[in-house]
Structures are given as C-alpha cells and as structure tokens.
C-alpha cells in the first residue's frame, strides 16, 4: 500500500514524491519516462490510458492517490496539441478515478488558467465562473467536469488548481527558466505583454507540501501564494541571483497569455493550516543550479 503519483517524473510529480519520501511514506511513482528507484519508491513505467495491468492493480491498492499526470503548455502550437490535451489532460483522469476505489482520498492537478486570469481586480476564488482562454486551459476545464460526478456522490476527491509553480526542476520553456537561460548565454529576455503583469508565483516545494496536505479533503482549492509579483519584479530577480543587468524586449501576448493572476487563498489555509510562502531569489537560485524536466505522465 502506498500514495500513488502519477506524472512521478515531471516537474511538480518529482517535487511531490520528493516531499513524500522525505516525510516516510512508501510512493508509487508512474509516469511514461523512466522514475528512479530509491528506497521507499516504487517506479512504474507505462501510460495511464493503456489500461496496463499494473497500474490498475497499483490504483486499486492505493492509499491516496496525486494525479499530476498531464499535457503540459499553454504555447503549444504542434498539429497534434488539441487531440494530446484531450488524451493526457481528459482521457488520463477518467482512466485514474475509474480504476481508484472511491473511498480513496485523491487530488487531481487542474491549473490557475481555468479562470481566465484574475479577472475581477481580486483574487480568483474557486467558485469563480470559468472562462478558459486557449485549448490548455479548456482542456482542464473538461478535466475537472470529469472529477465532479465522483464529488457530487460525496468522495474524498480534491480538484487543485496551482498558481504559477516555479522552482528546481521547472520546465525549460517557462518563462523564469527561459530568463535565466537567456541571461546566462548573453540573450535579451523576452517578456510577453508588458512588464507590468503579474503572476502568483508558488514554490513547487510549497505546492508539494499542500497537494499532499489536501488529501482527504474534497472540492475545489487554489494552491497558491496570495500574493502576486510584477513580471518586472521577477526580471530584476533573475538579474540579482545572476549578477547580471538583463537586457530586455516586450512582445505582443497570445490571448491565452493572461494579464495577471492572483488566488484566493483562504480556503486553502483553512483546509491545510497553511498558505505557500515563495521566495523568489530562492526559487530563481534553484533554477539556475538544477536541470530542467519534461513533465510528461
């Protein structure tokens, strides 16, 4: 018996097994790129929607189960991207809560962008109606849509939405990864719709700790800091942790690239005791030491 993760091999999935190991409990890890295997991990290589044998034989035996699991991107522009979100960010749900016994605690990884940015000048609440901009965000709509009959009948089932994880870890197209990378090869940063944007940026070791805190609760949560920070504000970070002056240019924003973003953190805080703390030169430091991951499940 053990805490299942799915997408164990991702950015936030290593961060969760990560904070699970450390705190003693024994981890199923399953994604579709290989997971290491250490004490008290159990790895699984193989995809959610394949019906494998032992992921439905690990499901069903599971004590609680983290399903991060998905398509990833808001940029994605390949031909296949729409028919990808629908298989790994719809599809992948259906599969995991259809094999977990319903009485099993479970938290499903949605995302900030179902609402379409903080679009009220306050922070989102989860009841909030949502109006996704893009097919990623669309695509965790329907996610959630797949999670609410097994809420409705009463389940331990948790729809997180995270805020703009950032840390070790992180994949290389996000935009502080992509910062640091273009200040350490001499690159100007390229900022997407202005400076003056903000995001809630969360720690992914923050965001570990509340998705695993969160098991046994159920409805809808935001997973984030509270407390938005300028794109400016970042830049000049990346700068600092780098010793650098980076130079940069402001390009249009694609209309999935919302202008801020910003959680309401109080139903968190209630369920977990805790609101995440992010600090961001140590988030940027991280980045800059670590590799980067594809978050695949």
Sequence with gaps: MAVVVTGA????????VRYLRSSGERVAAIDRRPVSRRPRIVPLQADLCEEDPDVLATLRAADAVIHLAGCP???DRLPDVESRRQRDNVDAVSAVLAATPAQVPVVVASSSSVYGGARFRRASREDDPCQPLGG???????AEMVCRDRLDAGAPVVIARPFTVVGEGQRPDMALS???????HGRPLRILGGLDRTRDFTDVREVARALTALL?????????????RTLRDAVATVGAVLGVEPLVTVEPAAPEEVPDTWA???RLAALTGRVPQTDLVDAVSRIAIAPSLEAVG
């Design 9 to 16: 091999a991702g950015f936030v999935g290593g961060a969760v």
């Design 73 to 75: 991107g808001v940029r």
């Design 136 to 142: 990623y965000a669309a695509s965790k709509v329907r």
């Design 178 to 184: 992509r910062w640091v990378d273009a200040v350490l």
């Design 216 to 228: 046994g609760s159920a409805g809808v949560v935001n997973v984030g800091s509270g407390r938005p």
């Design 264 to 266: 309401d953190t109080r």
